[in-house]
Each structure stands twice: as structure tokens, then as C-alpha cells.
């Protein structure tokens, strides 16, 4: 099972709005509405963001949504702030009961 | 509040054995699947295995499939993986997590995998 893809890296200024993509196929996140996204911060255990596609856990701020057309699901963080500054891990579950991770990405707000 | 700690990382040589352990606490913990997740230094997430509720399932990761085994003891609220024929690949930062409905709400810290000669 190959990794979902990620750009490397994604940036904006503080209070912009900013999208990470999370590309699989249509054995994973085409296929299923399990797809989930994690922040980790350097150093630190993850962080969960967004499960089952869209949906935030409590604690989460609502700056943070999550989406999916076709085979590819994304994660907005809108009014961008400092402390987002990040790297980004998206997930889905892959059937035949695997999960796969996204390569990550760094988010840097400048 | 839900905490996982794990143990039993180290240093280990080429083809030796660890057995990592997690202690859970702040949730019911036979309620909920359990997970392994891994980390080498640098590199992105990855999974390594499950186990259901009760310990009748189980799912690994292809490459760790044959050499690794996850187990839980409900009684004592705790997660297991036992690693033999260990790799170099193998070193990493693995993360004990609660699973439910294929996704990871709660992490534990980590514990540092080093197999080296």
C-alpha cells in the first residue's frame, strides 16, 4: 500500500487561509469517508485534527475543516496563527483492514 | 483524562527482540480497539498494527507481518508488541494510540526503537 501524497511544504501569513491536499486512489480515500487528518508540533506526539473526513473532535478549533471530492481529501485551516505552524499528516483507511498515512506536509506561517 | 505510557524501547542489535508495552488509564479501556503507530527519525507516520476490543483481531502492517505481535491484557489495561527479527528499518519512535472507527484520538508520548550493531 503506497503512501498518500503531500506537497512538502505549504505557507501563508498569519490570518490567511491555507489548503493541504491528500491525493490516494480509489482503494482508499476514494472509497471510503474514513479519512483523517493529524497535527504534530516538533518533537511532540501527534495531534488528532479531522476524523471521518470532515468531522472535528472536541477541543479542535473550527478554524480547521476538512473535505474530499474524488480521491483527494483536504484540510483548510482558515485565519492562519502562529502556533499552526506544523507539520500534517492526513490518513484513511485503505480496506482489507490497513490504514495508510499522507507523506506530510510543514506548514510554515510566515 | 485518557493517558497512554509506553516502555521497553532501547537499543538492540540486527535480528534481537524488544517487547514494548503501554499502560492506559482514563478511559475503559477493553472498550476500544488499540493501535501501533511508528515513526522513524525524520521520516512520516506510519502504521504498524491493531487489535479489536477483545484481542480476537488483529492486523499488521506488510512489513512487519511474521516478525511482530500485538496482544492486550484488558484485566491490566495494557497494550503489547512484541518485535523479533528486528531491522535497522525498524528504528523508530513508536506510538501506543486508541483506534476507534480507524481513526487515532489519543497518543501516547513514544518510545525510541534504536536497532543498530
Known amino acids: 500500500q503506497s503512501a498518500l501524497t503531500q506537497p512538502a511544504s505549504v505557507?501563508?501569513?498569519?490570518?490567511?487561509?491555507?489548503?493541504?491536499?491528500?491525493?490516494?486512489?480509489?482503494?482508499?480515500?476514494?472509497?471510503?469517508?474514513?479519512?483523517?487528518?493529524?497535527?504534530?508540533?516538533?518533537?511532540?506526539?501527534?495531534?488528532?485534527?479531522?476524523?471521518?473526513g470532515s468531522k472535528r473532535p472536541s477541543g479542535v478549533s473550527n478554524r480547521f475543516s476538512g473535505s474530499k471530492?474524488?480521491?483527494?481529501?483536504?484540510?483548510?485551516?482558515?485565519?492562519l496563527q502562529a502556533e499552526d505552524e506544523a507539520d500534517y499528516y492526513c490518513c484513511s483507511y485503505a480496506g482489507s483492514s490497513l490504514e495508510v498515512f499522507g507523506t506530510g506536509t510543514k506548514v510554515t506561517v510566515l | 483524562q485518557v493517558q497512554l505510557v509506553e516502555s521497553g524501547g532501547g537499543l538492540v542489535k540486527p535480528g534481537g527482540s524488544l517487547k514494548l508495552s503501554c499502560a492506559?488509564?482514563?478511559?475503559?479501556?477493553?472498550?476500544?480497539?488499540?493501535?501501533?503507530i511508528r515513526q522513524a527519525p525524520g521520516k512520516g507516520l506510519e502504521w504498524v498494527s491493531y487489535i479489536s476490543s477483545s484481542g480476537s483481531t488483529i492486523y499488521y502492517a506488510d512489513?512487519?507481518?511474521?516478525?511482530?505481535?500485538?496482544?492486550?491484557?484488558?484485566?491490566?489495561?495494557?497494550l503489547y508488541l512484541q518485535m523479533n527479527s528486528l531491522r535497522a528499518e525498524d528504528t523508530a519512535v513508536?506510538?501506543?494510540a486508541?483506534?476507534?472507527?480507524?481513526?487515532?484520538?489519543?497518543?501516547?508520548?513514544?518510545?525510541?526503537?534504536?536497532?543498530?550493531?
Open chain 1, 11 to 52: 505557507s501563508g501569513s498569519p490570518g490567511q487561509s491555507i489548503t493541504i491536499s491528500c491525493t490516494g486512489t480509489s482503494s482508499d480515500v476514494g472509497n471510503y469517508n474514513l479519512v483523517s487528518w493529524y497535527q504534530q508540533h516538533p518533537g511532540k506526539a501527534p495531534k488528532l485534527m479531522i476524523y471521518e
Open chain 1, 69 to 79: 471530492s474524488g480521491n483527494t481529501a483536504s484540510l483548510t485551516i482558515s485565519g
Open chain 2, 24 to 36: 492506559a488509564s482514563g478511559f475503559t479501556f477493553s472498550d476500544y480497539y488499540m493501535s501501533w
Open chain 2, 63 to 78: 512489513s512487519v507481518k511474521g516478525r511482530f505481535t500485538i496482544s492486550r491484557d484488558n484485566a491490566k489495561n495494557s
Open chain 2, 94 to 96: 513508536y506510538y501506543c
Open chain 2, 98 to 117: 486508541r483506534a476507534p472507527n480507524w481513526s487515532i484520538d489519543s497518543w501516547g508520548q513514544g518510545t525510541l526503537v534504536t536497532v543498530s550493531s
